[in-house]
């Protein structure tokens, strides 16, 4: 009769030699460089942008109660505010508190308001994004490093018409788009207002 031998079975290893607490270690150390890189990547993003929530009525209908929006901090270090960009600004007058209006007038710009027409360095401006034309008149001219701004609600917003200007110092960035709600995000971006009247 013949006999065969069988081959013989392989010792059986452990297929992770690692030992488990070595390999615990090596998982809370990832999850804390993971932490880390977010915490650094969260605190790059704020130096450079913030989110905004806008609260009222005065820019409608550009923009609506509810609207977030994202403000470039570094706009104005980087570069000079132009006619038409949207700003947010700490008004100190209100208990620290910020506003967010259209910039008009640049340093040195002699401002009208007259028949429902705002006129920059003697330029009428085309503004199609405004709520209605301002039932105001008036002539600014305005002071170095400062700015005239309004709200896009002309009737119903409390800008440099009422209060004056916004000094430099005091602006906090420039709105570049909306990205709530969903079926609103677009840019805030424009080409500057008292080029295009030329």
Known sequence: MEQYTSQASPELTNPDPTPKKTRRTSFWIDTLETIVMALVLFLA????????????????PTLQPGYLLVVN?????????????????????????????????????????????????????????????????????VPPDSYFVLGDNRNNSSDSHQWGYVSKNDIVGKAVFVYFPFDAIRSLVIPDLVQAAN
């Open 45 to 60: 993003i704020n130096a450079v942008s913030s989110r905004v929530r806008v609260e009222n009525i005065s820019m409608k």
């Open 73 to 141: 901090k570094l706009a104005y270090k980087l570069g000079e505010p132009k006619h038409g960009d949207i700003v947010v600004f700490d008004f100190k007058g209100a208990g620290q508190e910020d506003y967010i209006k259209r910039i008009i007038g640049l340093p040195g710009d002699q401002v009208v308001v007259e028949n429902g027409v705002v006129s920059v360095n003697g330029h009428p401006l085309t503004e199609p994004y405004i709520a209605e034309l301002p039932r105001y008149s008036g002539s600014w001219s």
